[in-house]
């Protein structure tokens, strides 16, 4: 296996605990923390005005009571919005947290994280670049894998910040998916945990990568993959597959 500065957990929080707190914030970084997770993932893009942010879509309208793209707003306008009441009253006025906030936020908790370099279109370059440097200069304690589709985005991130570990994310196996992993100098494949299938896992591994299973909510589905040999389950539910699995792995 190619080599890690970190041990990778083997339950992953999909956007923090988000089956119980409202995605990519830091009410659902902390649930995740209570539920006993060590790491967490979540979705950066970059504001109007070029700052980090944690979102996953590239509009505002199904997570907070904004509109318009991610892109076309500056962070103060961002900043103001309510990220939490959409999903329930109890977590009304929660923000939509900047990367900088994450990333303390985590390091306070104890937490690694999973940072899906998600760029809006045309952005690509520019949005793992201001991630990569950032994390690079922030998270000291915090260890950080970065993951993304977009290969220019993977490749800026190399480049930015080498040190920091990347994996490529695909829907699906493709079949020049070895060739993609040494171009862009990842240590991790992360699938869509429907697509994955034994042999694949097996002929990732034998040739030194990770594999990273997403959304995974399920608990007989979670063994199966761990059998398999995945090496960490991306879930919404992280306690609820933490016990699953008999606790965390390491």
Same mark, same amino acid.
């Given at each position: 296996?190619?080599?890690? @500065?970190f041990?990778?957990?083997?339950?992953i929080?999909?956007?923090?605990?988000?089956?119980?707190?409202?995605?990519?914030?830091?009410?659902?970084?902390?649930?995740?923390?209570d539920?006993? %997770?060590?790491?967490?993932?979540?979705?950066?893009k970059l504001?109007?005005?070029?700052?980090?942010?944690?979102?996953?879509?590239?509009?505002? *309208?199904?997570?907070?009571? $904004?509109?318009?793209?991610v892109?076309? #707003?500056?962070?103060?306008?961002?900043?103001?919005? +309510?990220? $939490?009441?959409?999903? +329930?009253?109890?977590?009304?006025? *929660?923000?939509?947290p900047?990367?900088e906030?994450?990333?303390?936020?985590?390091?306070?908790? $104890?937490?690694?994280?999973?940072?899906?370099?998600?760029?809006?279109?045309?952005r690509?370059?520019?949005?793992? *670049?201001?991630?990569? %440097? =950032?994390?690079?200069?922030?998270?000291?304690?915090?260890?950080?894998?970065?993951s993304?589709?977009?290969?220019e985005?993977? #490749? %800026?991130?190399?480049?930015? #910040? @080498?040190?920091? @570990?990347?994996? =490529? =994310?695909?829907?699906e196996l493709p079949? +020049?998916?070895?060739?993609?992993?040494?171009t862009?100098?990842?240590?991790?494949?992360?699938?869509d945990?429907?697509?994955l299938?034994?042999d694949?896992? #097996?002929?990732?591994?034998?040739?030194?990568y990770?594999?990273?299973?997403?959304?995974?909510?399920?608990?007989?589905?979670?063994?199966a993959?761990?059998?398999?040999?995945?090496?960490?389950?991306?879930?919404?539910? @992280?306690?609820?597959?933490?016990?699953?699995?008999?606790?965390?792995?390491?």
């Amino acid at each position: 296996m190619r080599s890690l @500065p970190f041990a990778l957990p083997s339950v992953i929080a999909h956007r923090g605990a988000s089956a119980v707190a409202p995605e990519n914030t830091l009410a659902a970084f902390r649930r995740a923390a209570d539920e006993g %997770a060590a790491w967490i993932e979540c979705d950066v893009k970059l504001t109007a005005d070029g700052r980090p942010v944690v979102i996953h879509d590239d509009t505002l *309208e199904r997570t907070t009571d $904004g509109g318009g793209p991610v892109a076309g #707003a500056p962070l103060d306008t961002i900043g103001a919005l +309510d990220a $939490g009441g959409w999903f +329930d009253a109890a977590f009304r006025g *929660e923000p939509v947290p900047t990367l900088e906030e994450t990333l303390d936020l985590l390091a306070e908790l $104890g937490l690694g994280a999973n940072i899906e370099i998600k760029p809006c279109k045309g952005r690509e370059r520019e949005t793992a *670049e201001v991630v990569a %440097a =950032l994390v690079a200069a922030q998270a000291r304690d915090v260890p950080v894998l970065f993951s993304s589709f977009s290969h220019e985005s993977l #490749a %800026a991130a190399r480049d930015t #910040a @080498p040190a920091v @570990p990347r994996g =490529l =994310l695909v829907w699906e196996l493709p079949g +020049d998916w070895q060739k993609l992993a040494e171009t862009l100098d990842v240590v991790a494949i992360h699938a869509d945990h429907a697509t994955l299938k034994p042999d694949q896992v #097996a002929a990732v591994h034998a040739a030194g990568y990770r594999v990273l299973a997403y959304t995974v909510n399920d608990e007989a589905t979670a063994r199966a993959l761990v059998e398999t040999g995945v090496n960490a389950i991306i879930t919404d539910a @992280p306690g609820r597959i933490r016990a699953a699995l008999g606790g965390e792995a390491g």
